[in-house]
T-cell receptor, first 115, second 116 residues
Framework: ETGVTQSPTHLIKTRGQQVTLRCSSQ?????VSWYQQALGQGPQFIFQ???????GRGNFPPRFSGLQFPNYSSELNVNALELDDSALYLC??????????????FGPGTRLTVL | AQSVTQLGSHVSVSEGALVLLRCNYS??????LFWYVQYPNQGLQLLLK??????LVKGINGFEAEFKKSETSFHLTKPSAHMSDAAEYFC??????????????FGTGTQLKVEL
C-alpha cells in the first residue's frame, strides 16, 4: 500500500511568484487536507477536499487555493508569495469524511522557502 | 473553540527514564484527541488517538496516554525512553467541519531530547 506522497521535496521562490505543490493520497482515500507548518510551530489547517470539492477552510487568504482530481490527488496553489509563506506544507489523506476520530495520514511535506 | 495546549516546548530525559509530555485540551464537548510524532525532515506519524472508547489509550512504540476529563488532560507517557524517541511530539484535537469530515488543530509541539 503506497502512502501519501508529495512533490517537490524542496522549493525556493521569490516574493510575488506563484507556486504549485502536489500530493498523491494513500490508496483508497478520497479526502485530502493541507496544512502549513511554520518553523517551530504546529501545523495549521489550510483546507480540505472531498470528491473534488472544497469541504472546509482555515484562516488563510484566497491566494491559497486548491484542487482535487478524479483520482483524489490534490494541488495546493499559492499566488503572490510572501516571505511569511515560507514553511513546510503537509498533505494528509483520510478514507472518507468520517467522525472526529477519523485518522489522517500525512505525507513527508514540501519545504517552501520564499526569498 | 476547541484547542490544545502543550506545556513545555522542550523536554530532556535520560535513556531508560520515564517520558511524560503534557497536553491539556479545551472543549465543550467530548473531544477526539491525537498524539503525533515528527522526526526531522519528515511528516507526522500517528502515535495514538482517543475516541471515547477507553480512557487509557495504548499506541505504537510503547507510548500510551490517559484521558482525564476532570483535569482536561491527555498526557503522553512511555515508561522507558530510547534514543530513537528523540523527536517532536504534537497533541491535536479534531474539529468537525460544516461539510462533514474533520480538521486537526495542533498544539505548538514538544521537542523531546533523550540523553545517554
Amino acid at each position: 500500500e503506497t502512502g501519501v506522497t508529495q512533490s517537490p521535496t524542496h522549493l525556493i521562490k521569490t516574493r510575488g511568484q506563484q507556486v504549485t505543490l502536489r500530493c498523491s493520497s494513500q490508496s483508497g482515500h478520497n479526502t485530502v487536507s493541507w496544512y502549513q507548518q511554520a518553523l517551530g510551530q504546529g501545523p495549521q489547517f489550510i483546507f480540505q477536499y472531498y470528491r473534488e470539492e472544497e469541504n472546509g477552510r482555515g484562516n488563510f487568504p484566497p491566494r491559497f487555493s486548491g484542487l482535487q482530481f478524479p483520482n483524489y490527488s490534490s494541488e495546493l496553489n499559492v499566488n503572490a508569495l510572501e516571505l511569511d509563506d515560507s514553511a513546510l506544507y503537509l498533505c494528509a489523506s483520510s478514507k472518507t469524511l468520517g467522525p472526529g476520530g477519523n485518522e489522517q495520514f500525512f505525507g513527508p511535506g514540501t519545504r517552501l522557502t520564499v526569498l | 473553540a476547541q484547542s490544545v495546549t502543550q506545556l513545555g516546548s522542550h523536554v530532556s530525559v535520560s535513556e531508560g527514564a520515564l517520558v511524560l509530555l503534557r497536553c491539556n485540551y479545551s472543549s465543550s464537548v467530548p473531544p477526539y484527541l491525537f498524539w503525533y510524532v515528527q522526526y526531522p525532515n519528515q511528516g507526522l506519524q500517528l502515535l495514538l488517538k482517543y475516541t471515547s472508547a477507553a480512557t487509557l489509550v495504548k499506541g505504537i512504540n510503547g507510548f500510551e496516554a490517559e484521558f482525564k476529563k476532570s483535569e482536561t488532560s491527555f498526557h503522553l507517557t512511555k515508561p522507558s525512553a530510547h534514543m530513537s524517541d528523540a523527536a517532536e511530539y504534537f497533541c491535536a484535537v479534531s474539529l468537525l467541519l460544516t461539510g462533514g469530515g474533520n480538521k486537526l488543530t495542533f498544539g505548538t509541539g514538544t521537542q523531546l531530547k533523550v540523553e545517554l
